[in-house]
């Protein structure tokens, strides 16, 4: 089974996993077309997280 027919596969993707994974390629391909370096992206995204106090699962902060 090559990767095309694992992910055709509903066997295959968690509960409600299509959703999530076909959101994730639809984002890539996104950022893939505007020349966005994935790699760079995800960086960014990590020092803002940081940099805001916030992670997963987390509310923002109230003042």
Same mark, same amino acid.
């Given at each position: 089974? #090559?990767?095309?027919?694992?992910?055709? #596969? %509903?066997? $295959? $993707? %968690? &509960? /409600? !996993? !299509?959703?999530?994974?076909? &959101?994730?390629?639809?984002? $890539?391909?996104?950022? +893939?077309?505007?020349? =966005? #370096?994935? *790699?760079?992206?995800?960086?960014? =995204?990590?020092? *803002? +997280? $940081?940099?805001? /106090?916030?992670? +997963? !699962?987390? &509310? %923002? +902060?109230?003042?």
């Amino acid at each position: 089974m #090559d990767e095309k027919d694992i992910r055709s #596969d %509903p066997r $295959q $993707q %968690p &509960a /409600g !996993g !299509g959703d999530a994974l076909a &959101a994730l390629e639809k984002l $890539q391909s996104s950022l +893939r077309a505007r020349n =966005v #370096d994935l *790699e760079q992206w995800a960086l960014d =995204v990590e020092s *803002e +997280r $940081q940099a805001t /106090g916030l992670h +997963r !699962g987390a &509310a %923002p +902060r109230r003042n």
